[in-house]
Antibody, heavy 121, light 113 residues
């Protein structure tokens, strides 16, 4: 069974840090671009970051550049998101999602269940 | 950035009737070298992650009922639910994967009339 399980969410004060993790199973993790996508409470979806299959390239939405770092460990089938200098507007459910497509940029499938990050002022 | 604009924001459709959701991109997501539109559609039910329905604008994901169909090219796209079922109540999103940053439409909420 294909599965992505996120962990590490919680309540943090503005300016603080949090590290999210995503454990993958049931598919060949090292062959997928991987992504973080977030959803603020009651709002739509926002792509946050992605990382190439071998970890050699990563890209970010402008609002998190310089604050968030995506990384992966293909030996452990795991994906991380280090979030520093957190802001109230980073409050959201963070989803781990596989990047699916034979091309460079992807649609998202599979998805994890998400982990909630709440940043308080 | 490619801005994705969905319409309407919400719609109420009777069971068995057709639901149509529109998505416009601020620039073309048609890649001329392969004639493919880099556009996907997702369904999200309350408390659940999004579920992929369609990619390449019109290719249905395995296991997705054939009442869901995608059409369009360039900058204008449509998701059609041909005969709405109760389990189709959800928010639907379009997403472009033509360029970074990957962007989503604002979502369309589908309800039963």
């Amino acid at each position: 069974e294909v599965q992505l399980v996120e962990s590490g969410g919680g309540l943090v004060q503005s300016g603080g840090s949090l590290r999210l993790s995503c454990a993958a199973s049931g598919f060949i993790f090292r062959k997928y671009w991987m992504n973080w996508v977030r959803q603020a409470p009651g709002k739509g979806l926002e792509w946050v970051a992605n990382i190439k299959e071998d970890g050699s390239e990563s890209y970010y939405v402008d609002s998190v550049k310089g604050r968030f770092t995506i990384s992966r460990d293909n030996t452990k089938n795991s994906l991380d998101l280090q979030m520093n200098s957190l802001r109230v507007e980073d409050t959201a459910v963070y989803y781990c999602a596989g990047g699916n497509s034979p091309d460079r940029w992807n649609w998202f499938d599979p998805w994890g269940q998400g982990t909630l990050v709440t940043v308080s002022s | 950035d490619i801005v994705m604009t969905q319409s309407p924001d919400s719609l109420a459709v009777s069971l068995g009737e057709r639901a149509t959701i529109n998505c416009k991109s601020s620039q073309s997501v048609l890649y001329s070298s392969n004639n493919k539109n880099y556009l996907a559609w997702y369904q999200q039910k309350p408390g659940q992650p999004p579920k992929l329905l369609i990619y390449w604008a019109s290719t249905r994901e395995s296991g997705v009922p054939d009442r869901f169909s995608g059409s369009g090219s360039g900058t204008e796209f449509t998701l059609t639910i041909s005969s709405l079922q109760a389990e189709d109540v959800a928010v639907y999103y379009c997403q472009q994967y033509y360029n970074i940053p990957l962007t989503f439409g604002g979502g369309t909420k589908v309800e039963i009339k």
